[in-house]
C-alpha cells in the first residue's frame, strides 16, 4: 500500500530576518519541509527546526539567477511522492535610502529593482517549470506592498518593484488560469510592519523624503504589526480556500 503524501514545501525569500523568518519560524513543523533563501542564515531558526525540517540556502538575490537554477535543480530532483502541496513564498525586497532616483546610486538602483522584481520572475518561472506536472496544490504568494498600487515621493524603486511584481503576478495567474492543476498565485500587501525598512523609512531625511513625518507617526502611534504579528496574518490569508481568487490582495481587506 502507498503511503499518501504528507509533507507541504514552503520556498521562502528573505527568510534570515524580519517578517520573512517570522513566516518560516512558524511553519516549522513535523508536516512541513522549509527552505529558506536569503543572503545570511538564521541562527533562530535553525535552533527552532527539526532534522530534515529546514534548509537555509545563502544566495543573494541581487543577482538571482544561480539560486533560480538551483530551485529548478533542487525541485526537479525531488520525489513527488513525499509532498502534498507547494508553495512559494516571494518575500525579499530592498529599501533603497529614501529619496529621488538621481540621489541613489545606480549599483543600489540595479540591487533593488533584481530583488524585488527580476528575483520573484526568475524563482517563479523555476518553480513553476520545475513543478508543472505535479499532481498537487501549488501556489505562489508574492509578498507585495500598498506602494506598487500608489505612487510615493521618495520611493520610486520600491514602488516600481512592487508594482512590477504586482503586474507580474496578474499575468501569471491568467496564464496558469488555461492550464490543467495551474497554480495559484496572489501578490499580497501585508499591512504596516515594523521592520528594518520601517526604520530606513522614519529615519529619512525630510528635505529628500516628504512622507518622513507620516512613517515617524507610523511608529509613535502604535500603527506598526510586529513582524510576527505579520507573519500570522499572511499565513492565515495563504491557507485560505479561495486563495488565488483575487491575485490582487491586502490582509487588511480579509
Not at 22 to 46: D, F, K
Not at 223 to 237: F, G, H, I, T
Request: hydrophobic content about 45%; charged content about 20%.
Amino acid at each position: 500500500m502507498n503511503t499518501p503524501a504528507s509533507i507541504q514545501l514552503f520556498i521562502i525569500t528573505g527568510s534570515s530576518r524580519g517578517m520573512g523568518e517570522a513566516m518560516a519560524r512558524q511553519l516549522l513543523g513535523p508536516q512541513h519541509q522549509v527552505i529558506g533563501i536569503a543572503r545570511a542564515e538564521s541562527a533562530a531558526l535553525a535552533q527552532a527546526a527539526t532534522p530534515g525540517g529546514l534548509e537555509q540556502w545563502r544566495c543573494d538575490l541581487s543577482d538571482p539567477l544561480p539560486a533560480a537554477e538551483r530551485l529548478q535543480s533542487w525541485l526537479t530532483a525531488q520525489d513527488t511522492k513525499r509532498f502534498k502541496a507547494v508553495t512559494l513564498i516571494n518575500n525579499a525586497g530592498v529599501v533603497t535610502e529614501p529619496g529621488p532616483v538621481d540621489s541613489v546610486s545606480l549599483a543600489e538602483l540595479s540591487r533593488a529593482l533584481r530583488v524585488g522584481l527580476e528575483a520573484s520572475l526568475l524563482l517563479s518561472s523555476a518553480f513553476l517549470s520545475a513543478t508543472r506536472d505535479w499532481a498537487m496544490p501549488r501556489k505562489i504568494l508574492n509578498i507585495s506592498s500598498g506602494l506598487g498600487r500608489r505612487a510615493m515621493a521618495g520611493s520610486a524603486p520600491y514602488c516600481a518593484a512592487k508594482a512590477g511584481m504586482d503586474n507580474l503576478s496578474r499575468a501569471m495567474a491568467l496564464d496558469e488560469a488555461e492550464r490543467t492543476n495551474g497554480a495559484r498565485i496572489v501578490s499580497l500587501a501585508p499591512g504596516i510592519i515594523d521592520t528594518d525598512m520601517q526604520l530606513q523609512l522614519r529615519s529619512g531625511d525630510p528635505s529628500r523624503f516628504p512622507e518622513q513625518a507620516r512613517f515617524a507617526g507610523f511608529k509613535r502611534e502604535g500603527q506598526l504589526d510586529s513582524p510576527e504579528q505579520a507573519a500570522a496574518k499572511v499565513l492565515r490569508y495563504l491557507a485560505r480556500a479561495d486563495f488565488g481568487s483575487t491575485v490582487l490582495a491586502d490582509v487588511r481587506d480579509a
